[in-house]
Nanobody, 125 residues
């Protein structure tokens, strides 16, 4: 079973920064789109951002635009989510997901085949 591996979550004060990492198994690389989603307690999982593995195309949710940046490191098979100017409402479990048939504008979680276990991000006010 293919699983993505996230890391980098933690507790940070409002206005601070965190960088999440997602290691992608090399055997699923072909034409891959990787997305980040988040789920707060009592809420549905929501789209945050996505990137095509080539790095040429990205999409961001309006709520994170200008604060979060997604990027790839091909040599490390890793996707990063740099989160700046964090707000308490960014508190959630963050998941990375991947699919060969997705597009960077694919915001529905069910359309991504591969998932990580999630990493908790908590932003205190």
């Amino acid at each position: 079973q293919v699983q993505l591996v996230e890391s980098g979550g933690g507790l940070v004060q409002a206005g601070g920064s965190l960088r999440l990492s997602c290691v992608v198994p090399a055997r699923i690389f072909s034409n891959l789109v990787i997305g980040w989603f988040r789920q707060a307690p009592g809420k549905e999982r929501e789209f945050v951002t996505a990137i095509r593995w080539s790095g040429c195309s990205t999409t961001y949710a309006d709520s994170v635009k200008g604060r979060f940046t997604i990027s790839t490191d091909n040599a490390k098979n890793t996707v990063y989510l740099q989160m700046n100017s964090l707000k308490p409402e960014d508190t959630a479990v963050y998941y990375c997901a991947a699919d060969r048939n997705a597009f960077v504008r694919t915001v529905v979680p069910d359309l991504y085949r591969y998932w990580g276990q999630g990493t908790q991000v908590t932003v205190s006010s």
